[in-house]
């Protein structure tokens, strides 16, 4: 099977988003023509990532994250200025035939969202679910049976992402019942930032509803920054609430995704060419400090 075979199967799997679509999906370098060896799932193709998809033998590496380090991620690099990083990192690929394929914004588009799915499902949260996108605005809200603790939570998090810790605001002997999966809480994301009778809302403000309205304890989100919702939670923590926000990054918080793909990239190409989930590893180390 050809690597432009594969990528077939993946377009006629995904919605077609239409043909003026000018995003970031698509080819990041390679030659698609040749018959396909193998394939690694990775969330992000960092040097780590293509080291390995090159000990597995795998010439197309199919990812969610960009390859370059500019936001559009088109095939090259576009900055006016050389960076030495990229380059060696695409010689790299070139020295071992791969090509790099970016799925994302057809991922999102799947319904359902291929990234949350993969989340849920190996967090083992599947069952958990009470509603998706409706009463948490692009994410998804958990309920579990019984309340879990901060700290409980923080255990299940980096054993089954793969973490070296987790960054979070909350007591770790809190409760915790009810849980959301957030979108980016950066101005601008999701719900623009508007006035509407004199009332100002955006994202994180319409989370701020939600948390309230339906007694949600906690939150996973993706980008944050600190002035709006991160500092209500932590205003409610000083006022006596359970409430709490598990703030473990964009590509760990997505990287369970990556491991879905290889369920349904392996269905797609019926088992024909190995398909291998390569984990992205975490992004951040720690170093502890300071009082729980």
Not at 41 to 48: I, R
Not at 127 to 147: N, Q, S
Not at 171 to 192: N, Q
Not at 207 to 232: F, T, V
Request: glycine share 10%.
């Amino acid at each position: 099977m050809k690597i432009s075979e594969v990528l077939e199967k993946v377009a006629a799997y995904h919605p077609d988003l239409g043909p003026d679509y000018n995003g970031c999906d698509g080819i990041k370098c390679g030659d698609p023509e040749k018959e396909c060896t193998g394939i690694a799932s990775a969330l992000v193709p960092n040097v780590d990532v293509i080291k390995k998809t090159i000990e597995l033998g795998c010439n197309l590496l199919y990812v969610h994250e960009p390859t370059s380090y500019l936001t559009p991620d088109e095939a090259g690099w576009k900055a006016d200025f050389k960076c030495e990083v990229y380059d060696e990192k695409m010689q790299l690929l070139s020295d071992h035939g791969i090509v790099v394929y970016r799925d994302h914004d057809h991922m999102h588009a799947h319904r359902p969202d291929s990234i949350f799915t993969g989340v849920l499902k190996y967090l083992g949260w599947e069952e958990y679910v009470v509603d998706a996108g409706k009463t948490v605005p692009f994410g998804h809200l958990v309920e579990f049976p019984e309340p879990r603790t901060v700290e409980d939570i923080n255990e299940e998090l980096i054993k089954k992402v793969g973490l070296h810790g987790t960054r979070y605001i909350g007591r770790h002997v809190d409760k915790i019942k009810r849980l959301a999966l957030v979108g980016h809480l950066y101005p601008g994301a999701f719900i623009p930032e508007t006035y509407k009778d004199g009332y100002y809302t955006d994202y994180s403000t319409e989370i701020i509803r939600a948390m309230q309205n339906e007694h949600i304890d906690a939150i996973i989100p993706g980008e944050i920054i600190e002035w709006n919702l991160l500092s209500y939670i932590r205003d409610g923590i000083s006022l006596g609430r359970s409430m709490a926000c598990f703030n473990i990054g964009h590509f760990n918080w997505e990287e369970l995704g990556a491991k879905y793909a290889v369920d349904w990239l392996s269905e797609l190409v019926e088992n024909k060419v190995p398909v291998t989930y390569v984990p992205g590893g975490d992004l951040w180390n720690y170093k502890l400090g300071g009082v729980r």
